[in-house]
């Protein structure tokens, strides 16, 4: 199966600054035959299921602040708040779906104001 | 407007057969492309997908699991039934059912979970 990690484990960002969190794959998730990256990133607030932020690695769901942003291709990935709000903080999950059976999620990034 | 609600029971001892109800609306398991998918999360801990089922009755499992999990659907009633066997105290969990439609491959919607406490 596909393994998930990510990094940092939490990080403490200032208000108003940049926050990246970085997820890599233990094998490709981009597909050839579609050239989708098959990466979704979520953010879970505390007592609250998780939120789509991000899915084919880059697409932005429906009603998601401009400011988060995904990238990355192949095994490597990046979400990025370019302006962290105070209600941004979170735990936020990024999940491959590229394989038979799907859905691996990584471990998680807690983001912090500090 | 897409909803689920997961419904079962909040405490089953070990070795029991723990069933959860997945009763969802604004969507039909029987249109091409959707699914209804199961995700535990322990307390404190990180998510872990557990099962798919999909429009055209194709089931999936996480590997590890695969031995204890059914999961099946009944289109009429807009449900989707998870059942684990021989639950142990490591699987306290909240149990989330959550919809996943194949052209965004992402969970796009979710329940909001329910906790599972396994003890004696």
């Known amino acids: 199966d596909i393994v998930m990690t990510q990094s940092p484990d939490s990080l403490a960002v200032s208000l108003g600054e940049r926050a990246t969190i970085n997820c890599k794959s233990s094998?490709?998730?981009?597909?050839?035959?579609?050239?989708?990256?098959?990466l979704a990133w979520y953010q879970q607030k505390p007592g609250q299921p998780p939120k789509l932020l991000i899915y084919w690695a880059s697409t932005r769901e429906s009603g998601v602040p401009d400011r988060f942003s995904g990238s990355g291709s192949g095994t490597d990935f990046t979400l990025t708040i370019s302006s962290l709000q105070a209600e941004d903080v979170a735990v936020y999950y990024c999940q491959h779906y590229y394989s038979t059976p799907p859905g691996t999620f990584g471990q998680g990034t807690k983001v912090e104001i500090k | 407007q897409v909803t689920l609600r997961e419904s079962g029971p909040a405490l089953v001892k070990p070795t029991q057969t723990l069933t959860l109800t997945c009763t969802f609306s604004g969507f039909s398991l029987s249109t091409s492309g959707m699914c209804v998918s199961w995700i535990r999360q322990p307390p404190g801990k990180a998510l872990e997908w557990l099962a798919l089922i999909d429009w055209d009755d194709e089931k999936y499992f996480i590997t590890s699991l695969k031995t204890r999990l059914t999961i099946s659907k009944d289109t009429s009633k807009n449900q989707v039934v998870l059942t684990m066997t021989n639950m142990d105290a490591v699987d306290t969990a909240t149990y989330y059912c959550?919809?996943?439609?194949?052209?965004?491959?992402?969970?796009?919607?979710w329940g909001q979970g329910t906790l599972v406490t396994v003890s004696s």
């Open positions: 959550a919809r996943v439609h194949s052209a965004m491959g992402a969970v796009d919607y």
């Open positions: 094998q490709s998730v981009l597909f050839s035959s579609t050239d989708k990256n098959y």
